[in-house]
């Protein structure tokens, strides 16, 4: 029932299956894997081909019947422009099918669900392959423009003698380059990073540094005690080294199951040394990792013979103050109640955890009734957070987990750097 509104699975259409319903046949996910790990050797075009390539293989679907790739990446790599090109060719993918690659920062995975969503009920198409792919391992470093120049002008230069006074233009402390990743990371309308973001919240909710601490446990005990159900989402990766040899890569190595509250505890704030409650144990990991999900009209996927998952019913996207971006799950469910979805009553509800202040602060907004319901398998402390693949993996692990407890309907939401809110509703059918 992919329109469900109600509490009764009823809307305005009766709940009726429809043709356009939009659907998620089903769907893949790399290890997701600390960065500077297991995975960094692997650029985003790589991760995103092997899971598409074991996503392919698992449904049997003749790639030459989807009619677009959509895939989202923040950090696209320099020599793989429209990563989502290049990985579907590189899959075999045909290449009369178009690709394109999009970012919505945090929420690039799940837009690129969306716009399949929107091509589906706008008759554009009937069969998307869709996700997000991401290798925070290698974002590059980069010289400042003036240091970039002189450094051109020493390529440039035709003999050896017009090198070496080039080279003498050239300082020692502009030959230190700047982590890409940290760019990356600062908002540049409000000035600060992602985690003096998370800093504000915890001052103005009063948020305490123990009640971060406890949340970031409680993902981590979570997260070893659904890795067996979790291993569903999961293809293997295969690292090959240059030495020769090859690993195979298959669970997510952020999880501890040793993690304690006292090491948690131990940890200094990173954003703000004196007064912070920030730490590097209650904020996401900066991860690798790449999601695949074949998105369909339920037409398309009732001809083509292939089970569905679950259903897309409806999203919802909307903006807010780039310094307090982490509020944006908030604004994002409000607005899909606002659209007559029982968001309270779902039995399930994801919320990315960019940071444990920025979640906590959203459910002193938006108390759940059933705080169980929330994370069932821990989140992005203990498994990490790819930024352009998160979002997609929000909806794989959702759904996935619906049909394993055989309810019917949950919400997946985002915080969105730059100050916005994304959320999926999403429906599962138990006697499908």
């Known amino acids: 029932m992919c329109n469900e509104r109600s509490a009764t699975g009823r809307s305005a259409a009766g709940g009726r299956r429809r043709d356009d319903d939009v659907v998620i046949i089903d769907g ?7 960065a500077g790990t297991a995975l960094a050797s692997l650029a985003a075009d790589e991760l995103g081909r092997q899971v598409v390539d074991a996503l ?23 020599d793989a422009s429209n990563v989502a090109r290049v990985l579907a060719l590189r899959a075999g993918i045909p290449e009369r099918v178009p690709a394109v ?39 590059p ?8 120049g002189k450094i051109t002008a020493v390529a440039k230069a035709r003999h050896l003698y017009g090198k070496v006074e080039a080279l003498r233009r050239l300082h020692f402390s502009e030959l230190v380059p700047t982590a890409g990743l940290a760019a990356g990371l600062q ?11 998370a800093e504000l919240l915890a001052r103005e909710y009063q948020i305490s540094r123990e009640a971060q601490d406890a949340f970031a446990l409680r993902s981590h ?12 989402e999961i293809a293997p990766v295969y690292v090959h080294h240059p030495g020769g040899g090859t690993e ?24 703000d040394p004196v007064l912070g409650t920030v730490t590097a144990g209650n904020a996401s990991m900066i991860s690798d990792g790449a999601v695949a999900l074949l998105v369909a009209s339920r037409k398309r996927a009732e001809e083509l013979g292939l089970g569905i998952l679950g259903c897309v019913a409806d999203f919802a996207l909307i903006g807010c103050e780039p310094e307090r971006m982490g509020l944006g799950p908030l604004f994002a469910m409000r607005e899909l109640e606002g659209r007559g979805y029982p968001v309270q009553r ?48 929000l909806a794989l692990t959702t759904l996935l987990e619906l049909r394993r407890r055989g309810e019917r309907s949950a919400v997946a939401a985002l915080c969105v750097g730059g100050g916005q809110g994304m959320a999926l509703w999403l429906t599962h059918d138990p006697q499908s």
């Open 141 to 148: 470093y980069y010289f400042e423009p003036e240091a970039s």
């Open 248 to 271: 195979v890569v298959t669970y997510d190595n952020g999880p501890r199951s040793a993690q304690t509250r006292e090491a948690l505890a131990n940890l200094r704030p990173v954003f």
């Open 187 to 197: 908002d540049p309308v409000s000035g600060m990073s992602m985690g003096e973001t």
């Open 28 to 34: 893949l996910r790399t290890p997701f894997c600390k």
């Open 221 to 232: 005990e979570r997260a070893t005690a659904g890795r067996t159900a979790m291993t569903e």
């Open 346 to 393: 779902a039995d399930l509800i994801e919320i990315n955890e960019a940071f444990a202040a920025q979640v906590l602060a959203v459910l002193e907004e938006y108390p759940l009734p059933q705080a169980e319901r929330l994370n069932v398998n821990g989140g992005a402390i203990a498994l990490g957070h790819p930024v352009g693949a998160t979002g997609a993996r």
């Open 56 to 78: 392919l293989m698992k449904t049997g679907l003749d790639s030459s019947q989807i009619d677009e790739v959509i895939f989202g990446c923040v950090s696209q790599p320099a």
């Open 101 to 139: 690659t999009l970012s919505r920062n945090c929420a690039s995975g799940m837009e690129a669900v969306v716009e399949a969503w929107l091509r589906i009920r706008a008759g554009r198409g009937d069969l998307f392959l869709v996700g997000g792919t991401e290798s925070m391992s290698q974002v």
